[in-house]
């Protein structure tokens, strides 16, 4: 068993319900021990079995199967979680203004290159390794840029949480 942070994609928002009580549920009945979640966003904690990556395909087919949408979904251990909120690029003004984007793997150099080539006024982006950082001048809810299309153009899904939640589920996790 692994102790892994779990993070499902779009959750809870445009009508794809996915209730708390169901994930916690699904992944017990994948093995899955010491299962918690944090928020209704889709945010699992718990010791997974065997391959991780086994595990979270695994419980992509469990969601669709159950109700009937793909999600995403993209783990790390915590202290993976831990260095990547460590290595946040920005100065943190507020907390949530400050994203940290799980990838579902590392995009290439051109990708890259394309996403650099979108406005994004007063906000920031950076890519480390899996993870693109993202800090908002003034919220989420009103951004400059277009973070879905950042994130397209970078060809690898993911899934981003602000840096309170980051924080907040490595503290669960530990």
Request: no cysteine; charged share 25%.
């Amino acid at each position: 068993m692994t102790t892994r942070i779990v993070l499902l994609r779009a959750v809870n928002v445009g009508g794809a319900q996915l209730p708390m009580a169901e994930l916690r549920a699904i992944a017990g009945d994948l093995g899955a021990t010491d299962v918690s979640t944090y928020i209704a966003s889709g945010n699992l904690v718990a010791d997974v079995p065997d391959d991780p990556r086994t595990f979270d395909r695994a419980l992509e087919r469990a969601v669709e199967e159950r109700f009937g949408f793909f999600r995403d979904v993209i783990s790390r251990t915590p202290e993976e979680v831990a260095a990547a909120l460590a290595a946040h690029p920005f100065e943190v003004l507020q907390p949530k203004f400050s994203y940290i984007s799980f990838l579902a793997a590392e995009p290439d150099a051109a990708a890259i290159a394309r996403a650099e080539t979108y406005e994004t006024g007063d906000d920031d982006w950076r890519v480390i390794g899996a993870e693109m950082h993202i800090r908002y001048a003034n919220g989420a809810g009103r951004p400059a840029m277009k973070a879905d299309s950042i994130g397209r153009a970078l060809q690898v899904p993911g899934t981003a949480r602000n840096l309170n939640t980051v924080t907040k589920l490595v503290q669960l996790a530990s």
